[in-house]
C-alpha cells in the first residue's frame, strides 16, 4: 500500500563544509550542532513529515541542553541504603513528595519539572537516581515545547514519571562493545557511531562486568552537545554528557567513572567492558 504523506528530507549539501561556512541564520551554537549531525554529518539522512516537526524536535533538543547546563541537579541516593536509596521530591510540588504520584494539586507539571532542575531547590529538596534525572529533563523539555495543554493530553491522565517517558521512548539498536583498559587506554570497539549522536539523546552507559546490582551496572546519562567531531577518539574527547552524581563530564570521564563502578568496593585491576548504548525519545510532535 502507497501513501500520499509527504516527508522532508535532509541531506548534506555538497561541496558545503558546515564548520567551515558555518550556519550563520542558526542563532545558537547547540542549533547548528543539531542541524549539522542531521545534515552535515557522514551517513546520515533526516526524514520527517513537516518542515514543522524539523523546527519542534530541534527546540526540544535545545530545551533539554539549556536546562541541563543550568541545572541544579538533585542530589545521588547513597548506595549503602540500598538499591534505590532514598528517592525524594520536593513536598511544596509534588504529592506527598513523591515523584511517581506527580505534582501536586494546583501546581503544574512545568512547575513541577521545573522545581526538579532549581539550581537552588535541586540538590537540597530532591534525590533521585540518574534514570529519573534524565526522565525529568526530558519531560520538562517536552512539557516546554507542547505547552501544559498538549502534554497533559498526551501523557493521557498518567502521573508517574517512568510511565510517561515510556509512551515515547524509542530504543536505538545502535550499540556496540567498548573496552576501555583502566590504565587510560585506547577506545575501542563498535560503539554507537558519532554521527548518531543528537544534543539531548539519551545514553546508557553500561558497566557489562557487573551483572548483579543496577544500582552501578549503569549510568543513564544526556548528550548536551558542544562537540563539533566526527572521528570516535575526538568525540570521546569533546562531547559532554550530564549525569548524577557526576555533573557535565566528557565521554571519556564518563566512561572512566562507570568504568570504575564496583561491588562493596572490591579491587577490579581488569579492563572493565562498558556498552554506550544511545536512546532517545521520539520527538513530542510524534
Same mark, same amino acid.
Given at each position: 500500500?502507497?501513501?500520499?504523506?509527504?516527508?522532508?528530507?535532509? #541531506?548534506?549539501?555538497? $561541496?558545503?563544509?558546515? +564548520?567551515?561556512?558555518?550556519? &550563520?541564520?542558526?542563532? /545558537?551554537?547547540?542549533?547548528?550542532?543539531?542541524? =549539522?549531525?542531521?545534515?552535515?554529518?557522514?551517513?546520515?539522512?533526516?526524514?520527517?513529515? @513537516?518542515?514543522?516537526?524539523?523546527?519542534?524536535?530541534?527546540?526540544?533538543?535545545?530545551?533539554?541542553?539549556?536546562?541541563?547546563?543550568?541545572?541544579?541537579?538533585?542530589?545521588?541516593?547513597?548506595?549503602?541504603?540500598?538499591?534505590?536509596?532514598?528517592?525524594?521530591?520536593?513536598?511544596?510540588?509534588?504529592?506527598?513528595?513523591?515523584?511517581? +504520584? $506527580?505534582? +501536586?494539586?494546583?501546581? %503544574?507539571?512545568?512547575?513541577?519539572? %521545573?522545581?526538579?532542575?532549581?539550581?537552588?531547590?535541586?540538590?537540597?529538596?530532591? #534525590?533521585?537516581?540518574?534514570?529519573? @534525572?534524565?526522565?525529568?529533563?526530558?519531560?520538562?523539555?517536552?512539557?516546554?515545547?507542547? $505547552?501544559?495543554?498538549?502534554?497533559?493530553?498526551?501523557?493521557?491522565?498518567?502521573?508517574?514519571?517512568?510511565?510517561? #517517558?515510556?509512551?515515547?521512548?524509542?530504543?536505538?539498536?545502535?550499540?556496540?562493545?567498548? @573496552?576501555?583498559?583502566?590504565?587510560?587506554?585506547?577506545?575501542?570497539?563498535?560503539?554507537?557511531?558519532?554521527?548518531? =549522536?543528537?544534543?539531548?539523546?539519551?545514553?546508557?552507559?553500561?558497566?557489562?562486568?557487573?551483572?548483579? !546490582?543496577? @544500582?552501578? %551496572?549503569?549510568?543513564?546519562?544526556?548528550?548536551?552537545?558542544?562537540?563539533?567531531?566526527?572521528?570516535?577518539?575526538?568525540? +570521546? %574527547?569533546?562531547?559532554?554528557?550530564?549525569? /548524577?552524581?557526576?555533573?557535565?563530564?566528557?565521554?571519556?570521564?564518563?566512561?572512566?567513572?562507570?568504568?570504575?563502578?564496583?561491588?562493596?568496593?572490591?579491587?577490579?585491576? &581488569? !579492563?572493565?567492558?562498558?556498552?554506550? #548504548?544511545?536512546?532517545?525519545?521520539?520527538?513530542?510532535?510524534?
Amino acid at each position: 500500500m502507497f501513501r500520499d504523506d509527504p516527508a522532508w528530507i535532509y #541531506t548534506p549539501k555538497s $561541496g558545503y563544509d558546515y +564548520k567551515r561556512d558555518g550556519l &550563520s541564520d542558526v542563532p /545558537t551554537m547547540i542549533e547548528r550542532e543539531i542541524l =549539522w549531525r542531521y545534515v552535515g554529518t557522514a551517513n546520515t539522512v533526516a526524514i520527517f513529515r @513537516t518542515a514543522d516537526e524539523l523546527i519542534k524536535d530541534i527546540a526540544y533538543r535545545v530545551q533539554i541542553c539549556q536546562t541541563a547546563r543550568s541545572a541544579g541537579l538533585p542530589s545521588f541516593p547513597d548506595p549503602a541504603l540500598g538499591l534505590a536509596g532514598i528517592q525524594k521530591a520536593n513536598p511544596a510540588y509534588w504529592f506527598n513528595g513523591e515523584l511517581d +504520584k $506527580g505534582p +501536586k494539586a494546583g501546581v %503544574s507539571w512545568y512547575a513541577a519539572l %521545573s522545581d526538579v532542575f532549581h539550581p537552588a531547590n535541586g540538590p537540597a529538596l530532591y #534525590t533521585m537516581g540518574c534514570i529519573n @534525572t534524565a526522565r525529568c529533563l526530558h519531560l520538562l523539555a517536552a512539557n516546554a515545547t507542547l $505547552g501544559e495543554m498538549e502534554f497533559n493530553i498526551r501523557r493521557g491522565g498518567e502521573a508517574d514519571p517512568e510511565k510517561i #517517558t515510556k509512551m515515547h521512548m524509542n530504543r536505538n539498536a545502535a550499540g556496540g562493545e567498548v @573496552t576501555f583498559p583502566k590504565n587510560g587506554g585506547q577506545f575501542v570497539g563498535n560503539a554507537t557511531a558519532v554521527h548518531d =549522536w543528537l544534543p539531548g539523546d539519551w545514553a546508557e552507559f553500561d558497566n557489562v562486568d557487573i551483572v548483579d !546490582d543496577p @544500582t552501578f %551496572s549503569v549510568e543513564n546519562a544526556i548528550y548536551i552537545g558542544g562537540c563539533f567531531e566526527q572521528s570516535a577518539s575526538n568525540f +570521546k %574527547s569533546n562531547a559532554q554528557f550530564i549525569g /548524577t552524581p557526576m555533573g557535565i563530564v566528557s565521554m571519556a570521564d564518563m566512561i572512566r567513572q562507570v568504568s570504575i563502578f564496583l561491588l562493596n568496593g572490591a579491587p577490579n585491576t &581488569s !579492563d572493565v567492558k562498558i556498552l554506550p #548504548t544511545r536512546k532517545m525519545l521520539r520527538q513530542p510532535s510524534l
